[in-house]
């Protein structure tokens, strides 16, 4: 559909986007990808979501399976330029990879949060899918699996590792990020919003600040050392603390008025992040 070459492994292949022939395919349209991609691109259009996104220059950008891709050809002018990797998850099930491919959050970044790589870095993930290639273009035999499955997570580990760069070349951009986070979720505890809509969660902080809730998260825990959750109980348990001291509420109507519905859950996570109960706490 897309002009992409038949795969030679029915579970990986790596695809060079200057090779892909347009003239022959599907101008635009969407399909629902059931594979993982890595994906580096240059000169394309591409629509992720809702939101359609322009590769001048060169991103590398990863999907989970089940995303809803559209693309779009009609630009004849342009010279697309770039690979991707596709495996499906049945390759890695029963894997050690499978087991931690949710560790890699960047699967579900957006593409405006997409990595720039440097062109070492892009030489770096290049030799690695080259080893890849040679592999599974080889006969397939007892160790082709293993070893397609080691590159593949070796690439991956070298993505998380740049991402990280990222975040710290970013560290300026960031903080102004982290400081109107940090506005707006001390105005949340501060005001009658925690009482009337409950205590907000990862998605809705996220969505405040314009990010996915993953990107936020990473960004905030290579940041400060704390992850979007524990910012949000770290407000939580300074609220907490304030009414415990100050009040005579009971501590069933303060949990209530932190947004708990049982207050057990409130007192569950106090004693588990101060390491003493409420009641123990307000008496001490």
């Known amino acids: 559909m897309a002009g992409f070459e ?9 695809i060079d986007y200057s090779k892909v022939n347009v003239e022959n395919s599907v101008k635009s349209g969407s399909f629902v990808c059931s594979f993982y991609t890595v994906n580096f691109k240059k000169n394309c259009d591409f629509i992720y979501g ?11 950008h990863c ?15 342009r010279n697309t330029e770039g690979w991707g990797l596709y495996f499906h998850p049945e390759l890695i099930r029963n894997t050690a990879l499978g087991e931690k491919i949710k560790d890699y959050s960047f699967f579900l970044y957006s593409e405006n949060e997409a990595l720039h790589l440097s062109d070492q870095e892009e030489k770096t993930l290049l030799a690695i899918l080259k080893q890849m290639e ?6 397939i035999d007892h160790y082709s699996h293993d070893l397609i499955i080691s590159n593949i997570e070796l ?8 991402f990280a760069r990222q975040f710290i070349t970013r560290r ?4 102004d990020i982290i400081s109107r986070f940090e506005e707006f979720i001390t105005d949340y505890f501060e005001s009658d919003k925690l009482k009337n809509h409950g205590m907000p969660n990862v998605k809705f902080c996220a969505d405040t600040m314009n990010l996915t809730p993953n990107y936020f998260s990473d960004m905030l825990k290579s940041e400060t050392g704390m992850n979007t959750q524990q ?8 609220k907490a603390k304030t009414l415990l001291v100050s009040s005579d509420k009971s501590i069933s109507e303060i949990a209530y008025e932190l947004g708990f519905e049982y207050p057990q859950n409130f007192s569950k996570l106090f004693k588990k992040k101060v390491g003493m109960s409420p009641t123990l706490y307000r008496s001490a």
């Open 155 to 162: 690439l991956l580990n070298y993505c998380k590792r740049f």
């Open 172 to 175: 300026n951009h960031n903080k």
């Open 134 to 139: 040679n592999e599974y273009n080889t006969n």
């Open 63 to 77: 999907t989970a399976p089940e995303q809803l891709i559209r693309f779009d050809n009609t630009n004849e002018n």
């Open 6 to 14: 038949k795969p030679k492994h029915p579970l990986v292949t790596i």
């Open 231 to 238: 910012h949000i109980h770290h407000h939580l348990l300074e």
């Open 50 to 60: 809702k939101q359609a996104f322009d590769h001048q220059e060169g991103t590398l």
